[in-house]
Structures are given as C-alpha cells and as structure tokens.
C-alpha cells in the first residue's frame, strides 16, 4: 500500500538546495576577503574562524545528499518522506554549531563594549548555550525517528526554533544599543559606528529573520516542508554576518588607522595629441600620452598625543569591533 507524501510541497526542498549553495559562495568571497585583510589577527581566532568556514561547507554536502536522497535514489517511492534523512538530520546538528560559534564570536565582541559585563553575556551565552541544547536534542531524536513519526519531533522543531529567533534577537539588539551608546560626537568615529551599527541590522538581525521565518511557517503548516527552506539556509547566514562584520572592521589594533587613498580615474584618459607638433616621435606620428589608474593603500599610525586625549584612544578599544573581535 502506497503512502501519499505530506503534500506537494516538498520543492522547498530543492528551493533550500538551489538558495543554499549560492549564500555559500558568498560566504567563500567574503572569507577570501577575510584572510587577505587578518594577518594582524591572532593564529586561534584565524583558525576558529576557518573551522566555522569548514562546518559550514559541510552544510552544502549534506543538502546535497538531502536532495539525491528524496529525488533520485527514493524516486517513486513516497513514503520515504515520513523519515528524515540521515543527512538532513546532521543539518540540524551542523546548524546549531554554527549558530553556537558565530554568536560566540559577538559575545566576545559585547564582552569588550560591555566594560567585560558578567551579567549580560553571560545571560547571552545562556540564550546560545540553550539553543545548542535544543538543536542536539533534535538531533538525537531525529536519528530515533521511525516511519510515520515525525509527529514526536514537533515541540523539540517549536524549541529549537523558537530559542535560535531568541538567542539572534537578543545578541543583535545589544550590541546595536551598545554600539550606539558609545558615540562621542567625534563625526569620524559616529560615521564608522554608523556602519559597524548598519552591519549589525543587516546581518545580525537577518538570522533572527530567517529563523522567525522559519517558526511562523512550520507554526502554520506543521504538515509540509514549507520551513525547510529557510532552515536550510540559516548557517549560511550565520556565516555571512560573521564575516561581514569581521571585514567591515575600520580601526586597527593598538592605534593603528588604515586610510584607504584612490587615486585611480574612472577610466584610462583617451590618446590625446601634444601642443607642439614638432616634438612628434621618431616616425613623426603624434606623442600618445596615456595616464594609467593607480590605487594604493597608505597604512599609517595615528597618534594619541596628536588626535585626541588617552581618553580617545579609549574610546576606540571600546566600541571598535577590532578589539571586540
């Protein structure tokens, strides 16, 4: 006896399989980027990063195998639809530990513009600490699920859920509130926490989006894979906000300010003929004068006793997401 399928929705598999891969290659670009700007960064957290850029890697494999799975090897039978893949079960799993680090690299951020606050990260590494709870928990008992069981996993999806749009919310509001509390009327310093404050909505906040997105949709059809696609796809924003963050960067380290110089044109000026004819080349034909773009990048360290007081310098080792991560 034949068993329908949940419903005709399971294209969101292939949805999530198609966005997926295309988020990672972003994520790829920007962690090119990355390592080409962090050699002052230390070893560990060049490494950690690297293990993040790793695991989430591991999330297009697993997609993947999700998709040949249901598509291609179970082809024609429906009924393999009433029991998660081996692979999309470590999904939840390659989730959580993604969500995990990425915020624990904000925390370490919130830690420095907190004046080192116990109390509130420490209340946050609670909210990321219990929604890796939640994700292992579905893990394991996604692995247990039997054919027709997918019932019995619907308060740990609820949690899981539920604790990531928390966890997101709470890491992304506070460091935009602490980012904006630390402006010192210096326009130079308010214009790069502008956008240190413009990387943390778009991309902190994106993953408490995406992940409300996906709550709401299994809240309202529990019965189909509608919240897949969003899920499938939430380590790589993850991913692309850490390292958004992490090249939006403006302030060095120990007082040392990058000032970016363009002194490229637009465009390389066309020929254009000298005044005086006579000064023509050796074959007489006209002189061609060609101007070619040159960008450089002039590294300089800025002195405290110079731009401001020790309290300045301050200051910036406080809000500048350089020293916060």
Same mark, same amino acid.
């Given at each position: 006896m034949s068993v329908a399928p949940p419903?005709?929705?399971? +294209?969101?598999?292939?949805?999530?399989?198609? %966005?997926? *891969?295309?988020?990672?290659?972003l994520t790829c670009s920007q962690a090119f980027m990355y390592y080409g700007r962090s050699e002052k960064d230390p070893t560990f957290m060049r490494l950690y990063v690297f293990s993040i850029w790793c695991i989430d890697s591991l999330n297009v494999f697993l997609v993947g195998h999700t998709l040949y799975y249901y598509f291609i090897t179970s082809y024609g039978n429906p009924g393999v639809f009433? &029991?998660?893949?081996?692979?999309?079960?470590?999904?939840? #799993?390659?989730?959580?530990? %993604?969500?995990?680090?990425?915020?624990?690299?904000?925390?370490k951020g919130i830690w420095h513009l907190s004046h080192e606050?116990?109390?509130?990260?420490?209340? #946050?590494?609670?909210?990321?600490?219990?929604?890796l709870v939640c994700g292992l928990i579905l893990t394991v008992k996604g692995f247990n699920v039997k054919g027709g069981g997918m019932e019995s996993l619907k308060i740990?999806?609820?949690?899981?859920?539920?604790?990531? @749009?928390?966890?997101?919310?709470?890491?992304?509001?506070?460091? #935009?509130? #602490?980012?904006?509390?630390?402006?010192?009327?210096?326009?130079?310093?308010?214009?790069?926490?502008?956008?240190?404050?413009?990387?943390?909505?778009?991309t902190g906040l994106l993953t408490a989006a995406d992940a409300t997105v996906a709550l709401l949709t299994y809240a309202i059809m529990p019965h189909n894979f509608v919240f897949l696609t969003p899920y499938m796809i939430l380590s790589h924003f993850y991913t692309n906000a850490l390292f958004a963050?992490?090249? $939006?960067? &403006?302030?060095?380290?120990?007082?040392?300010? @990058?000032?970016? %110089?363009?002194?490229?044109?637009? $465009?390389?000026?066309?020929?254009?003929?000298?005044a005086n004819a006579?000064?023509? +080349?050796?074959h007489g034909?006209?002189?061609?004068?060609?101007?070619? *773009?040159?960008?450089?990048?002039?590294? &300089?360290? @800025?002195?405290?006793?110079?731009?401001?007081?020790?309290?300045?310098?301050e200051d910036i080792k406080h809000y500048?997401?350089?020293?916060?991560?």
């Open positions: 419903s005709p929705t399971v +294209g969101a598999l292939l949805i999530g399989g198609i %966005v997926g *891969p295309m988020l990672h290659g009433q &029991t998660p893949a081996w692979s999309l079960v470590l999904l939840v #799993l390659v989730t959580s530990l %993604v969500s995990f680090m990425v915020r624990g690299m904000f925390i606050n116990p109390i509130l990260t420490g209340g #946050l590494g609670l909210l990321s600490v219990f929604d740990s999806l609820y949690l899981n859920f539920a604790s990531a @749009v928390l966890a997101d919310a709470a890491v992304a509001v506070t460091l #935009l509130n #602490l980012l904006r509390g630390s402006k010192t009327g210096n326009p130079r310093r308010d214009s790069a926490l502008g956008r240190l404050m413009l990387y943390t909505v778009n963050s992490l090249n $939006a960067r &403006t302030f060095g380290k120990n007082g040392d300010h @990058v000032v970016s %110089v363009n002194l490229s044109m637009s $465009a390389v000026s066309p020929p254009r003929y000298t006579t000064s023509a +080349g050796s034909g006209p002189e061609l004068s060609l101007q070619i *773009p040159i960008q450089t990048v002039i590294e &300089t360290r @800025v002195d405290g006793s110079q731009h401001g007081s020790q309290s300045d310098n500048s997401l350089a020293k916060a991560m």
